[in-house]
């Protein structure tokens, strides 16, 4: 069943989750651990960043396997339990959200680039279909492929997880701000571009995330719903631009301020919103409270 199709046809704005990796930090993953390992070792703590989101307001949660593709599992020996990995990451999401809100299984990049020979196509697929087939037999609704910036690679991801799962399908890409004001990600591909290319390739629900606060993504969604006045639309916002002072990352955007730009964004055409890099549930849950209040 598309679940989340079906509330957009009747109106609703869904609430996504905010940020897992910040989160994770602040519990203790130290820098060069495996996030994903933590579905298996530190369940408790992966189950409470999930539940905590849900309390704030969340319509839906995504799933601690942003890097749980084979091939950025291998850099820590564990790309034979990608499968494993990923099952227990949406069954986290999963025990958190119940049966009433909707489980996002998160599919990052792989980090290679096709044009530069650094990975084949079919390694590419296998890699996004193991990852896609753990997440969907671990209770996700739905696929959410995240931060891309390659068409290619994003293509056939959408084929790995289309062919292999019954799931709707998400796609953001993240993109910079030029000096000249205009939107690209690093392979050079506007919103626009992304756009066109990819409703071809069936996704449910296109958008951006990351690298941007909200006040950045309003012309981002705009670009977009230019392009395509029907697709439902996703942002994931950072709690605006990483500020790095005395090796310290933090982000300036408070609860308040990504509340306060949340009208904009859905006057934009926005119909999901959600935080990453940054964001935390009280972020969300004042999010929630905007979103509520620009309906009445």
């Known amino acids: 069943m598309k679940k989340i199709i079906e509330k957009l046809k009747n109106g ?17 993953l130290a820098q060069g651990e495996c996030p994903e390992l933590w579905n298996i070792e530190n369940r408790d703590v992966v189950l409470r960043i ?3 989101y849900i309390d704030a307001g969340s319509d839906m949660i995504e799933t601690n396997s942003f890097g749980g593709n084979k091939i950025k599992l291998d850099h820590f020996d564990l790309g034979d339990r990608t499968y494993e990995l990923n099952k ?7 025990e958190a959200a119940g049966e009433e809100k909707i489980v996002l299984g ?3 990049p792989t980090g290679k680039i096709l044009m530069m020979g650094d990975i084949s196509e079919e390694e590419l697929y296998n890699a996004f279909a193991i990852q896609a087939k753990g997440l969907a037999d671990g209770g996700a609704d739905a ?3 995240e931060t891309f910036f390659d068409i290619d690679e994003a293509k056939i991801a959408i084929k790995a997880v289309k062919e292999n ?7 953001t890409f993240s993109f910079d701000k030029a000096p000249d004001g205009s939107f690209n990600t690093m392979m050079g591909i506007s919103p626009k571009q992304m756009t066109e290319s990819l409703i071809e390739e069936g996704i449910d629900v296109i958008g951006t995330n990351c690298s941007n606060g909200f006040e950045g993504m309003i012309g981002i969604v705009k670009e977009i719903r230019d392009s395509n006045s029907e697709i439902p639309i996703l942002v994931h916002a950072n709690a605006g631009m990483p500020v790095i002072k005395d090796d310290e990352v933090s982000y ?13 964004l859905l006057k934009a055409g926005a119909n999901i919103v959600g935080g990453c890099c940054g964001t935390t549930p009280e ?3 004042l999010i929630k409270e905007a979103v509520i209040n620009f309906k009445k």
């Open 143 to 145: 696929i959410c492929i």
């Open 106 to 108: 998160s599919i990052g």
């Open 88 to 94: 227990a990451a949406a069954e986290i999401s999963r």
């Open 50 to 52: 999930a539940k905590s």
């Open 283 to 285: 972020h969300i849950k």
């Open 252 to 264: 300036p955007d408070t609860p308040i301020i990504m509340a306060d730009l949340t009208p904009s």
């Open 12 to 28: 609703e704005v869904l609430i996504s989750d905010g940020a897992w990796g910040t989160f994770l930090q602040e519990e203790g």
């Open 165 to 171: 799962t019954d799931l709707e399908i998400m796609m």
